[in-house]
């Protein structure tokens, strides 16, 4: 008899937002929730979301074996994949060990869970999740950026995550690509993030189109206050000259840093993901341009930018990916 297909439970745990699904490690998510986070009433009321949450996707469905339970969390993780620290847009966390903070909430609720509670930072996750389901499938080694209200980085090495020496490698949001640039949130000066993150790209198109003619004067609010990357994406899609620019200067800003990248690396191959990668090829087409001029030409070989096309989905899988890869390493491990 064949063996049982397995399953997981995978979050994503996002600061307005949460997200819960069962995933069949082949097939995917089987089906999700999504509750509001909670976020400023305090990590007991998040984590208690979180287990409600679980219990939630679980009821009506019995698989055989849960594997684990892997979170994707915004900010640091600890090396052992046990604690987050200080993430942002969660306030009043410090140091929190989820699986000894979730394993009695999932136990009040009837859950049984055959395998360990895992964290790992969410872009992190995000990478895992287009690595076995997404964009990233071709590619045994690449590099993920998303492009969100923050910019995040991941980095693929043989469809294993490289972590570094703490757990923290891959923060490409935080790498500048000009020492006396603006500084993003925190508080590096011309990190790729005080360019391309949702706030600042959303602050730069104000001042640049106030006084440029744009649809995004009918769509984005009286002085262009309400613009988003999203306002600009819909205006090029109608044929927006200014937007387009726009988001060519961010596709522009995104290539040199990728050259930077690819040449540290040598890895050759990028997704990127996020809300703001929506704009698709009007951002990434000036980034592909941009980065041959970054990149040494016998390092040119093979240079591919590609867009995620799962969206959110990517966090989900990611983290229930991480269970997967636990139950897989066991006999390894002994």
Do not use: C
């Not at 915004?74 to 993430?87: F, H, N, Q, W, Y």
């Not at 972590?163 to 993003?184: F, K, L, V």
């Amino acid at each position: 008899m064949a063996d049982a297909p397995l399953h997981a439970v995978g979050v994503d745990l996002g600061g307005t937002n949460l997200k819960v699904a069962l995933v069949e490690r082949e097939g995917g998510i089987v089906q999700s929730v999504s509750r509001p986070t909670g976020a400023e009433r305090g990590p007991d009321h998040v984590l208690d979301q979180i287990a409600d949450g679980v219990a939630q996707v679980l009821e009506g469905a019995a698989p055989p074996e849960i594997v684990g339970v892997g979170i994707g969390a915004p900010g640091a993780v600890s090396l052992d994949r046990t604690t987050v620290r200080e993430p942002p847009n969660l306030p009043e966390w410090r140091d929190v060990h989820l699986p000894d903070a979730l394993g009695p909430r999932l136990a009040a609720r009837g859950v049984a869970v055959d395998g360990p509670v895992i964290v790992e930072n969410d872009a992190n996750a995000a990478a895992l999740g287009s690595a076995f389901y997404g964009a990233g499938r071709p590619f045994d080694s690449f590099v993920m950026v998303t492009l969100g209200t923050g910019v995040g980085g991941a980095i693929v090495v043989n469809d294993r995550l490289f972590r570094g020496s703490t757990g923290a490698a891959g923060e490409i949001g935080h790498m500048s690509i000009d020492y006396e640039g603006p500084y993003d949130r925190a508080g590096v000066s011309g990190a790729i993030e005080a360019y391309l993150g949702q706030r600042f790209l959303s602050h730069h198109a104000r001042y640049q189109l106030l006084a440029r003619e744009t649809h995004l004067h009918q769509t984005a609010g009286r002085d262009l206050t309400d613009v988003t990357p999203q306002h600009l994406h819909r205006a090029a899609v109608a044929g927006d000259p200014a937007a387009r620019e726009v988001l060519a200067w961010a596709g522009h800003k995104l290539g040199v840093l990728l050259g930077s990248v690819v040449s540290l690396l040598d890895i050759r191959k990028i997704v990127v993901g996020g809300g703001v990668s929506q704009a698709g090829d009007y951002l990434l087409d000036p980034a592909r341009e941009t980065i041959e001029r970054f990149v040494m030409p016998p390092m040119l070989d093979g240079v591919e930018i590609v867009r995620e096309t799962r969206g959110n989905e990517v966090a989900l899988l990611g983290a229930a990916r991480l269970a997967f890869e636990h139950h897989e390493d066991r006999p390894a491990q002994g």
